[in-house]
């Protein structure tokens, strides 16, 4: 088999952090910031960071159209974060703020508080063996799960924090801060 590229967008966000984690794994890696590279890879990450930024650079650069066509065309997408917003609905959109689309799920922004109200627990995320360390930094809640989307993950108290449709997956946590790979394991494993 070929070695296969997976693709980081990097508009903004932790893009380091998941290039680093992607690394360990038995692929190329390659930052996304144009359609070119876009049309290079066989998976895209769709890091953490702020959704509102991510939106907005992402039409300021003409990625927006491309990136929400590639998902609508199967491409393997992983979203973490901020990037699980840009793959829901977000039920509380700052103005402007668009999605890119790909999973069924109503998503709210920030559902935990703010910064300091950050926390990491331990989860069972089906697919992955044992538990998955997480960290949840400004991280939302996926309130709204549509019919044929999987939830992956959740939280004690039951609250969404993973899902799963087709060949997208849709974290609120950042496992490339915890040094877990498995969930990057997953996407490669969806191409
Ligand atoms: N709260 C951020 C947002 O709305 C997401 C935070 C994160 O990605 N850690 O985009």
Do not use: W
């Not at 380091?16 to 360990?24: A, D, F, G, K, N």
């Not at 393997?76 to 990037?83: E, F, M, R, Y």
């Amino acid at each position: 088999m070929t070695r296969k590229t997976v693709g980081v967008l990097a508009l903004q966000g932790d893009v380091r952090e998941h290039v680093l984690t992607l690394r360990q794994l038995d692929v190329d890696v390659i930052e996304v910031k144009t359609t070119a590279q876009l049309a290079e890879v066989d998976a895209l990450v769709i890091p953490g960071g702020e959704s509102t930024t991510i939106s907005k650079l992402s039409e300021i650069f003409g990625m927006y159209e491309p990136v929400k066509k590639a998902i609508a065309n199967g491409l393997p997408v992983l979203g973490t974060c901020a990037g699980l917003i840009m793959l829901g609905e977000i039920a509380d959109p700052a103005s402007g703020q668009k999605s890119f689309g790909g999973l069924d799920v109503t998503v709210i922004r920030n559902a935990f508080g703010n910064q300091n109200d950050s926390f990491e627990a331990d989860l069972d995320v089906a697919g992955v063996p044992g538990l998955v360390h997480a960290a949840f930094i400004r991280a939302p809640i996926v309130d709204r799960v549509g019919n044929g989307v999987e939830v992956i993950a959740k939280l004690k108290d039951g609250r969404v924090v993973g899902v799963k449709q087709g060949k997208v997956i849709g974290i609120s946590f950042h496992p490339e801060v915890t040094g877990e790979t498995r969930i990057h394991q997953l996407l490669i494993d969806l191409i």
